[in-house]
């Protein structure tokens, strides 16, 4: 069976053997905890194909084995991005930002806290940090005082997308997607064809490469974590420890934010389920 060949129905498509396909996949969980599956070599090959041609590769094994090379940090990033879904927009889903805005900031504020970090740990293009620096932004301006300094650190495993997070600079394609008009004209400069985030929103956001599978007990703890649409991908093992290892980067009170389809409470028995009307978000008790 290990010598059979699958050959997927796709222009210029990768012959890759089921040998090959476990060596992939072993590969990529260790590197990044992306757990593909069974039968899903047409998904390696529609994200793999360009990068083989761009690095003047053959095939899987080809690849696998200079990945397997001391001397492979670079195609090892490129390979990591490449079957990195970086899938995003802004507000996704409405109700973690409604939430933030009317639940969380308000009950945090209560406690007589006015400085807060938020971590937004899948954080792709950008979308999702500017969002929530727009809440913050908007917070503020109804409640003058309420709070002090807000500090947002944005991560992703791939760094072509924390580049480009960097630059704030999207095109209309970005922008029409789950952006308001009035929000458009608040927080962007229009150039060129382009949007650019506005300075007030950017002074405040760090952006870093880092890998969930990693120690991040290095950053200063948090107010709230957003780990939306990630965990999906991850092994049960993994999600759990990511998920004990985020209620541990949380203040006592802090807030977990993940997915629409994903849960905590089967995971970590370290936070409570905080309901509303359109979802879901968890406090570490």
């Known amino acids: 069976m290990g010598a059979e060949v699958i050959t997927v129905r796709a222009s210029e498509s990768i012959t890759i053997s089921n040998n090959e396909y476990n060596e992939f996949c072993t590969f990529l969980e260790g ?8 039968n899903k070599q047409y ?4 994200r793999l194909k360009r990068l083989l041609k761009d690095h003047s590769l053959s095939t899987i094994s080809e690849l696998i084995e200079n990945l397997k090379s001391s ?3 670079v195609l090892r990033e490129h390979t990591i ?7 995003t927009s802004w507000f996704r889903d409405n109700y973690p930002y409604d939430v933030l805005k009317n639940a969380v900031i308000p009950e ?5 806290k006015k400085d807060i970090r938020i971590w937004s740990s899948a954080c792709s293009s950008g979308q999702e940090p500017y969002s929530i620096a727009m809440v913050l932004h908007e917070y503020k301006m109804l409640h003058p005082g309420h709070l002090g300094r807000t ?3 944005a991560t992703d495993i791939s760094s072509s997308m924390v580049e480009e997070a960097k630059t704030g600079i999207f095109d209309k394609m970005s922008i029409a997607r789950g952006l308001s008009e009035e929000r458009e004209k608040m927080f962007f400069l229009h150039e060129e064809g382009h949007w650019k985030i506005r300075d007030l929103l950017k002074e405040n956001i760090t952006f870093r490469v880092a890998n969930l599978m990693n120690n991040f007990s290095i950053h200063c703890k948090f107010d709230i974590i957003f780990c939306r649409n990630v965990l999906i991908y991850f092994s049960l093992p993994l999600k759990k420890d990511i998920i004990n290892r985020m209620s541990e980067s949380l203040h006592p009170g802090g807030y977990l934010v993940v997915g629409g389809t994903e849960s905590v409470a089967n995971y970590s028995d370290k936070f409570e389920t905080t309901r509303f009307q359109d979802g879901i978000i968890y406090q570490l008790k």
Do not use: F, K, P, Y
Request: charged share 15%; glycine share 10%.
């Open 31 to 38: 590197s990044c905890g992306i757990v593909l599956g069974d």
């Open 43 to 46: 998904l390696v090959n529609s």
């Open 71 to 73: 001397n492979s940090i």
């Open 81 to 87: 991005d490449a079957m990195t879904t970086n899938e």
């Open 108 to 112: 945090i504020v209560s406690r007589g």
């Open 151 to 153: 500090d947002i650190l």
